[in-house]
């Protein structure tokens, strides 16, 4: 007969406990507002999303921020100091992901957001120390939409974008780029995500005569320049930031979206892509989850983004779990820490590799040339 000292029933129980320590993942993404079209699908993907790690019960708490930065804050305390959580994915945009930075940082919980301005998480310094993004840097999307150009014999461009941080950003650094490529940046429009007509900055722009255009948008509004630009009579080529890579924007552009093309994550042609691309078999795995929840062709950049960020999360979460538990800051550190260490990480639109001076870790593996064709994306090589 076995005989148990209270002792030994204690460190069971605690064991046992241990054993079960709930992860806590938060969300803030855009459900409402101007940038819904990206936070929807991101949400989505949450909801088929595994329900543990490593053995250990996974609880998901999603916030909208209605795509306002001042929102974003208030969910970001909410979901530190009342739901405990242990690492937040998100914000879905550039702005409310840099309005979060500080809140993260103080409450020393890591965030990736799906945003795409390396500024979120570049330089790796101060609150950003806690802040991650997986979406590719913006010169990995110059080398393939200035590749397309160049195939094309495109020597000038014009830009409308939005007059925000990610605007600011994402024109800042293609005009970087151009300069290194000797292209001539020709014009540079601007509009907010809320306006009602970009008329003036269409004209503007088909004044200056680009050989072709480069919208940076993201979401739904991000079509507007483009439907002006087709009504008054523009012929050039059309590039799209990859912000807008979603079924939502195919429906509002519809025809006038035809030949337009955009440089974004492999993922949302995966079929088409060839059978050495390292992340073929990954972005299947999460269209086969994605699409079988939500139908065919609902694959979504943006969910992907999720995706990958939960995946990044969890490995990192097991290796933290060697040394802290959940809900614990100690477990938020070494989260933090495990991040930092990923190393060649295949994701669905990328292959990630971490560390202490890079928190995006992507390099070109993470992007393709894409082409709109009614109403579907076409992969187009530039070999």
Same mark, same amino acid.
């Given at each position: 007969?076995r005989?148990?000292?209270?002792a ?5 129980l605690?064991?046992?406990?241990a ?6 993942i ?14 929807? $699908?991101?949400?989505?993907?949450? =909801?088929?999303l &595994?329900k543990e790690?490593?053995?250990e ?7 909208? =921020?209605a795509?306002?930065?001042s929102a974003?804050?208030? %969910?970001?305390? *909410?979901?530190?100091?009342? =739901?405990k ?8 945009i550039?702005p ?8 993260m940082?103080?409450?020393e ?9 390396a ?16 979406? $590719?840097?913006?010169?990995?999307m110059?080398?393939?939409v200035?590749?397309?150009m160049e195939?094309?014999?495109?020597k000038?461009v ?7 941080a990610?605007g600011? /950003?994402?024109i800042g650094?293609?005009?970087k780029?151009a300069? *290194?490529r000797?292209?001539e940046?020709? /014009?540079?429009?601007?509009? /907010?995500?809320?306006? /009602? #007509?970009?008329t ?9 005569? $680009?050989?072709a255009?480069?919208?940076g ?7 507007a320049p ?28 519809g025809?006038?979206?035809?030949? !337009?093309?955009?440089? !974004?994550s492999?993922?949302?042609v995966a079929?088409?892509?060839p059978?050495?691309? &390292? ?5 299947l795995?999460?269209i ?5 929840q ?13 995706? =990958?960020?939960?995946?990044l999360? #969890? ?11 959940p809900g614990t800051a100690?477990?938020?550190? %070494? ?11 295949v ?12 928190h ?10 894409v *082409?709109?064709?009614?109403g579907?994306?076409t ?5």
């Amino acid at each position: 007969m076995r005989t148990f000292t209270v002792a030994t029933l204690v460190a069971g129980l605690l064991a046992s406990t241990a054993a079960q320590a709930e992860i806590k993942i938060g969300a803030i993404l855009s459900l409402t507002g101007p940038a819904a079209s990206l936070g929807i $699908p991101e949400k989505q993907t949450i =909801d088929v999303l &595994p329900k543990e790690i490593g053995g250990e019960p996974v609880s998901y708490t999603i916030v909208d =921020d209605a795509s306002d930065p001042s929102a974003a804050v208030r %969910a970001a305390s *909410k979901l530190i100091n009342e =739901d405990k959580v242990d690492v937040v994915l998100g914000p879905s945009i550039t702005p409310t992901s840099l309005a979060i930075l500080e809140t993260m940082a103080k409450g020393e919980t890591p965030f990736i957001s799906a945003a795409g301005s390396a500024v979120i998480a570049s330089p790796v310094e101060g609150p950003k120390k806690w802040a991650f993004k997986l979406a $590719p840097q913006e010169s990995s999307m110059a080398h393939y939409v200035y590749g397309g150009m160049e195939k094309a014999g495109d020597k000038t461009v014009g830009f409308i974008g939005f007059n925000d941080a990610f605007g600011d /950003s994402f024109i800042g650094a293609f005009k970087k780029e151009a300069e *290194k490529r000797g292209i001539e940046v020709v /014009s540079d429009e601007r509009y /907010s995500a809320r306006d /009602s #007509s970009v008329t003036a900055q269409a004209l503007s722009t088909i004044s200056a005569s $680009p050989d072709a255009v480069i919208i940076g948008a993201s979401g739904t509004p991000g079509v507007a320049p483009i439907l002006e630009l087709r009504s008054l009579g523009y012929e050039g080529d059309i590039y799209i930031n990859q912000g807008m890579a979603n079924p939502d924007v195919l429906r509002v552009g519809g025809d006038a979206l035809n030949g !337009v093309k955009l440089a !974004v994550s492999p993922v949302l042609v995966a079929e088409q892509l060839p059978d050495d691309n &390292p992340v073929k078999g990954e972005a299947l795995k999460y269209i086969e989850a994605y699409e079988g929840q939500y139908g065919k062709g609902s694959r979504n950049l943006f969910g992907a983004t999720i995706w =990958d960020a939960f995946n990044l999360a #969890s490995k990192a979460a097991v290796e933290a779990k060697k040394t802290a538990e959940p809900g614990t800051a100690a477990f938020r550190s %070494a989260l933090r820490d495990e991040l930092e260490k990923l190393n060649e990480v295949v994701g669905a639109q990328g292959v990630f590799t971490m560390s202490a001076t890079d928190h995006n870790g992507t390099d070109l593996r993470a992007e393709s040339l894409v *082409k709109i064709e009614n109403g579907d994306w076409t992969y187009v090589p530039l070999d």
